[in-house]
């Protein structure tokens, strides 16, 4: 399982290059070996699309078991919204005795990728979020946003918007105000360390009426947050 961190080559560990680089087999969702074409030249490829993660996954497990060294490759940090639980629990299903050594590498979150473009947004407690209701429902996850804005957590938000859910993130909003001021720094990072990055920081009130998608990482400040220099920073508490 390895984190190719989030997109750019020069931030990829030279540990997770290195478990590509020594594999045989390479598996991903076909987006996210685009990202590495120039590391897999010559090797076994196993790309499948979205909604495709299962199958994928099990592929790995069975050319593992027949004694290939495979990297399964997700995007950031395979431990975080990535590919390293399914792999585990398909191989849990299998004998001990037969079951293939799973190792983790982990890579630069996209988070914390997105976090660094706009500052220093997570320098306090903080929660991450998903609004993909595809695998989860979306009353538990606007219970958690709930929660974590009651909490003040710093909030950032992966899979804000896509063509199908549009209203979800104005939810967040709507929720958000119930506790927060209108003027609580929002930053909207597109994606982040590959070609097409850009940022934009925004207010809570207005965050909203920006370009959103499903290539952009949203981080809500929590209610000590605030915006200096063109950077959102959350104070740790330092006594300055």
Known sequence: MVGIGPGSLIDMTPRARQAI???EVIVGYDTYLEL???LVSGKAIIGTGMMQEI????AAVEQAMEGKQVAVISSGDPGIYGMAGLVLELVAKYPETVQPEVSVVPGISAVGAAASILGAP???DFAIISLSDLLTPWEVIQKRVEMAV???FVIAIYNPKSTRRTSQIATVREIALKHRGPETPVGIVHHASRTKEDMKISTLEQFTNEHIDMFSLVIIGN???YVADGK???PRGYRL
Request: glycine share 4%; charged share 25%; aromatic share 0%.
């Open 55 to 58: 199958d994928r996954c099990q």
């Open 150 to 152: 009651a909490g003040d």
């Open 122 to 124: 997570l320098m306090h």
């Open 223 to 225: 209610s000590q947050t």
């Open 21 to 23: 680089e020594s594999a």
């Open 36 to 38: 590495i074409k120039e």
């Open 232 to 234: 959102m920073v959350t």
